[in-house]
């Protein structure tokens, strides 16, 4: 499976952004999708996943109050991250990964090409 991410940008403290994620294919079985993001000169973090189910969600505590994952379909074909009041912390580049809901990025083997979130005034 293939995953594309877009929304990111450049916004100022906050600010909101919605990232997207797309997959390529359709699995016979839904796939359990996640966000991590790394940001330069860090290891590459969990965020927040969606359960192949659609609705079990996991937040990071990090973000938790101010980041939703969410899925427009009950295929998680489509995987959103709702990010609100963005902080210059959260400034990174964003991946969407598949197949797990793990909090280890060394536990996915599909991998989106990541989207660059800045926050700066």
């Known amino acids: 499976v293939q995953l594309v991410e877009s929304g990111g940008g450049l916004v100022q403290p906050g600010a909101s952004l919605r990232l997207e994620c797309a997959a390529s294919e359709e699995s016979s079985s839904p796939y359990a999708m996640s966000w991590f993001r790394q940001a330069p000169g860090k290891e590459r973090e969990f965020v927040a996943a969606?359960?192949?189910?659609?609705?079990?969600?996991?937040h990071a505590r990090s973000v938790k109050g101010r980041f939703t994952i969410s899925s427009a379909d009950t295929k998680n074909t489509l995987v959103y991250l709702q990010m609100n009041g963005l902080i210059p912390e959260d400034t990174a580049v964003y991946y969407c990964a598949a197949g797990s809901t793990a909090f280890t990025a060394t536990s996915y083997d599909y991998w989106g090409q990541g989207t660059q979130v800045t926050v700066s005034s």
């Open positions: 969606i359960a192949s189910d659609g609705r079990t969600v996991y």
